[in-house]
């Protein structure tokens, strides 16, 4: 008697979604650093962020999906997950990091830590 083994059948390939780093600008106060990162499209429960030791982690998932009834025709918009990362210097009191977000923008502020303030010398002539 013969056998045949047979190759059972590959299951699609999981589909990734597609990694984004979102585009940021950085300010810098006397008092405090600002954070303005772009995350369009994210709702705001699903989005994150964390800073551990001195990383400061902003993650998040844009969906895009057709509405109720449409069709997709086109997209230019991409959605998927969004993660960044910032070096936090020791001079930022990351415990007292504020966040906002509006309209598709993520606003972040950590504040310097008062030893880290600029400090204004008198000279003397």
Aim: aromatic share 4%; glycine share 4%; proline share 8%.
């Amino acid at each position: 008697m013969t056998t045949t083994a047979t190759k059972a059948p590959e299951k699609p390939a999981a589909r990734r979604e597609p990694l984004q780093v979102p585009d940021a600008d950085v300010y810098e106060t006397a008092k405090a650093v600002h954070l303005t990162l772009d995350l369009a499209g994210v709702n705001p429960p699903e989005l994150e962020a964390h800073a551990e030791a001195d990383i400061l982690r902003i993650s998040g998932r844009a969906v895009a999906d057709a509405p109720e009834g449409y069709t997709l025709t086109g997209r230019e918009f991409r959605p998927g997950r969004y993660i960044r990362e910032f070096q936090l210097s020791p001079h930022l009191d990351a415990e007292k990091a504020t966040a906002t977000f509006r309209h598709g923008l993520l606003e972040v502020t950590i504040p310097k830590k008062e030893a880290a303030k600029k400090l204004e010398i008198n000279i003397k002539t």
